[in-house]
T-cell receptor, first 107, second 113 residues
């Protein structure tokens, strides 16, 4: 089971771009990388998933370098409502969410 | 509406009194799992099920049991709850194994006194 390492917390201001980097040195060939967002007392919500290079959807972008040992979630122009915990997962049949990164967006 | 439901949402019980938290999904998903969430520890997987009749331990299975007799239901059983099982519990499901988007239930807040 690949382990992930991500920062415990990050602070930002409204309108800025937030980039969260996750390290997954032992990722396996078949593993995908997935990011989830969680608000207090709610279940996590899927944000984005990728295998390599770059993936973009309406809320975020995911950058994965060629060696796939890390990935970066990019949240463009954050707002106060983006304050949440963000989890990086390397997909396996056993999912380990870890403590995630608490992102606090200030006005 | 596609969803994962859990019952009860809140439960206060006493040490040793057996309880079951139900989880049901209406999306015909193969994969289901249970997590507990404690302050500062993130989400930790308790058990998962790849499909009917196939279950396996996650990271923190001690003190819990599960069963998967039918595709839509995946109950979590605490045979003899203890105070260290006081936590927020989430059930989740996905189309197949972990490769797919996980859909989470609303959570069950359990207090064991």
């Amino acid at each position: 089971l690949a382990k992930t390492t991500q920062p415990i917390s990050m602070d930002s201001y409204e309108g800025q771009e937030v980039n969260i980097t996750c390290s997954h040195n032992n990722i396996a060939t078949n593993d995908y990388i997935t990011w989830y967002q969680q608000f207090p007392s709610q279940g996590p919500r899927f944000i984005i998933q990728g295998y390599k290079t770059k993936v973009t959807n309406e809320v975020a972008s995911l950058f994965i370098p060629a060696d796939r040992k890390s990935s970066t979630l990019s949240l463009p122009r954050v707002s106060l409502s983006d304050t949440a915990v963000y989890y990086c997962l390397v997909n396996d049949y056993k999912l380990s969410f870890g403590a995630g990164t608490t992102v606090t967006v200030r006005a | 509406e596609a969803q994962v439901t859990q019952n009860p949402r809140y439960l206060i019980t006493v040490t040793g009194k057996k309880l079951t938290v139900t989880c049901s999904q209406n999306m015909n998903h193969e994969y289901m799992s249970w997590y507990r969430q404690d302050p500062g520890l993130g989400l930790r997987q308790i058990y998962y099920s790849m499909n009917v009749e196939v279950t396996d331990k996650g990271d923190v299975p001690e003190g819990y049991k599960v069963s998967r007799k039918e595709k839509r239901n995946f109950p979590l059983i605490l045979e003899s709850p203890s105070p260290n099982q006081t936590s927020l519990y989430f059930c989740a499901s996905s189309l197949e194994a972990a490769h797919y988007e996980q859909y989470f239930g609303p959570g069950t807040r359990l207090t064991v006194t």
